[in-house]
């Protein structure tokens, strides 16, 4: 059974930081695409990072030179680091899993969904 597990998440004031971590199980996420989107009220899901064996780490323009992405393979788990935190980062984060290493800009296209977690970032 897949399972996603995200964790990390927290209240900071902005400028800050915040590390959130994908545990995975069940699958091995250097087979995959992972990607972590952000969902806030009303809107939907967008991909903020995403991360494959061949390509390595993307990130959308909004996030850009302060986001990372890192791995442990022995822990199977993923980290999305956050610096220089904004308001505007805030809303609820999840790691997804695609079925294959292709990586999709629609969240339709990720099969396995962390439960999330949620980053609030205060001016």
């Known amino acids: 059974q897949v399972q996603l597990v995200d964790s990390g998440g927290g209240s900071v004031q902005a400028g800050g930081s915040l590390r959130l971590a994908c545990a995975a199980s069940?699958?091995?996420?250097?087979?995959?695409?992972m990607a972590w989107f952000r969902q806030t009220t009303g809107k939907e899901r967008e991909r903020v990072a995403y991360w494959n064996r061949y390509a390595g780490s993307m990130f959308a323009d909004s996030v850009k030179g302060r986001f990372t992405i890192s791995q442990d393979n022995a822990k199977n788990t993923l980290y999305l680091q956050m610096n220089s935190l904004k308001p505007e980062d805030t809303g609820m984060y999840y790691c997804a899993a695609a079925r294959t290493s292709l990586c999709s800009l629609d969240s339709r296209n990720y099969l396995y969904w962390g439960q999330g977690t949620q980053v609030t970032v205060s001016s």
């Open positions: 069940g699958l091995t996420y250097s087979a995959h695409c």
